[in-house]
């Protein structure tokens, strides 16, 4: 794939085409080739996406605290996020690495395409200005920050349901996968809790957590 594939997938045409280069330049090839990695970046990037981030959060979620907005950010910004960003673009296909780093299949490696997505932020950003980065964020974290918000009142029911279960003495809870349906990138997951073999309720989710915290609330609501 070339790099004007990566523009198209991005959504984005640099007028500079050296900063996208070197946004997707991993340090071992820049040490082979005495050139710049795009580690310095990957720095500014990193910076760019939590500011961008915590703006649409602040601007959008007006119902959320802020201990609840820190950790919807803290459920995004973060390197299996980033990830499936680069994988849903496919920046594993033009990535700039050394002979060691092909030899050990390290294009398709979570940190180093997570990293890649951060200088790729600091490019467009350094190309454009911040009204094009925020909205390459957005459009890719959109989804994440809705379902993360949904996810962040349901910290506790877990926690809670253990307590209330266990008052009287230990007992053995259970969640069990009991389905999942959909696309890598859009599952849907289905989990039943159990106390001591007995089923107390099912709850599903976008991610496996969330569906065990929907069936904590729901057999919460059945104890009451």
């Known amino acids: 794939m070339k790099l004007e594939n990566i523009e198209n997938e991005i959504k984005y045409e640099f007028k500079n085409k050296e900063l996208l280069k070197k946004a997707l330049t991993h340090r071992s090839y820049a040490n082979e ?13 990193d910076s760019i996406l939590e500011f961008l981030t915590s703006k649409y959060l602040y601007n959008t979620y007006k119902n959320l605290k802020e201990g ?3 950790k919807v950010r803290a459920a995004v910004v973060c390197e ?12 594993s296909d033009v990535l700039y690495l ?20 951060e200088a790729v932020i600091a490019a ?11 909205k390459f964020i957005i459009e890719n974290l959109k989804e994440p920050i809705e379902i993360a918000s949904k996810n962040v009142g349901m910290k506790d029911y877990k926690t809670v349901l253990q307590e209330k279960l266990q008052v ?43 569906a ?12 009451k």
């Open 33 to 45: 080739n005495n050139i710049e990695s795009n580690e310095k970046l990957e720095f500014l990037g």
């Open 98 to 117: 050394g002979k060691s780093e092909i030899k050990n299949n390290s294009a398709t490696r979570k940190a180093i395409l997570a990293d890649s997505v």
């Open 168 to 210: 009287h003495g230990e007992v053995n809870i259970e969640y069990k996968l009991v389905n999942e349906v959909g696309p890598d990138h859009n599952k849907t997951f289905t989990v039943q809790v159990y106390c001591n073999n007995n089923l107390l309720a099912e709850g599903t989710g976008k991610t496996k957590k969330g």
């Open 80 to 91: 299996d996020s980033l990830y499936n960003i680069a994988k849903k673009h496919n920046f």
């Open 124 to 134: 467009i950003y350094l190309d454009s200005d911040l009204e094009m980065v925020e």
């Open 68 to 70: 609840e907005m820190t």
């Open 212 to 223: 065990q915290m929907e069936a904590a609330q729901k057999a919460l609501l059945k104890l």
